[in-house]
């Protein structure tokens, strides 16, 4: 299976700050990798696929970047909704693989 | 705009057969994949598999041996069974939309359904 390790697990971050979350996988994905926000008690929700894609309704103040076995998911400008945990997963191969998660804080 | 929702019970036995639905409305079944996920309490996502249109399955091999997924295509619904449950298999299991082509990604979830394994 791919693994897929994100970094940092928690950030603590402020409203209007830049903040950079980094997913890494032991195999090269190619550019099939998708970003997900998650929050507490609710279903994880698509931000960016093809990892940069932005999903449609998605503010444009995430992007996402990367191929092959580094990408990042950078949030400018952080907002009070944008505290959450965020997922990366794989789809280039089965089983697709989920990132351990981050959970961005309010600082 | 397609919506999912699943349905089962919320508390099954240790060793018996978790059984879950997902109805999707508003959308087409068509062309698309079917997948389920699952989450742990307090723990990360893991995929459990998905079901083609035509009926095609990929399952994650940690689980291939209890799991299978079958749809309904003119009911517009697809389904999970897991067999031999134990306490591991506690988890909010979410359905899924999975589209692209060849590379599939899931872009509509339902709001997930809480099992619990117990006796």
């Known amino acids: 299976d791919i693994q897929l390790t994100q970094s940092p697990s928690t950030l603590s971050a402020s409203v209007g700050d830049r903040v950079t979350i980094t997913c890494r996988a032991s195999?090269?994905?190619?550019?099939?990798l998708a970003w997900f926000q998650q929050k507490p008690g609710k279903a994880p929700k698509l931000l960016i696929h093809?990892?940069?894609t932005l999903q449609d309704g998605v503010p444009s103040t995430f992007s996402g970047s990367g191929s092959g076995t580094e990408f990042t998911l950078t949030i400018n400008s952080l907002q009070p909704d944008d505290f959450a945990t965020y997922y990366c997963?794989?789809?280039?191969?089965?089983?697709?693989?989920f990132g351990g998660g981050t959970k961005v804080e309010i600082k | 705009q397609v919506q999912l929702q699943e349905s089962g019970p919320g508390l099954v036995k240790p060793s018996e057969t978790l059984s879950l639905t997902c109805t999707v409305s508003?959308?087409?079944?068509?062309?698309?994949?079917w997948s389920w996920i699952r989450q742990p309490p307090g723990k990360g996502l893991e995929w459990i598999g998905y079901?083609?249109?035509?009926?095609?399955?990929d399952y994650n091999p940690s689980l291939q041996s209890r799991v299978t997924i079958s749809i309904d295509t003119p009911k517009s619904y697809f389904s999970l069974m897991l067999t031999s449950v134990t306490a591991a298999d506690t988890a909010t299991y979410y359905c899924?939309?999975?589209?692209?082509?060849?590379?599939?990604?899931?872009?509509?979830w339902g709001k997930g359904t809480t099992v619990t394994v117990s006796s």
């Open positions: 899924a939309r999975s589209i692209g082509s060849s590379f599939y990604y899931s872009d509509v």
């Open positions: 093809k990892a940069s």
């Open positions: 997963q794989q789809y280039d191969s089965h089983p697709h693989t």
């Open positions: 079901i083609s249109y035509s009926g095609n399955t």
């Open positions: 508003g959308g087409s079944f068509a062309y698309h994949q």
């Open positions: 195999e090269i994905v190619y550019n099939w």
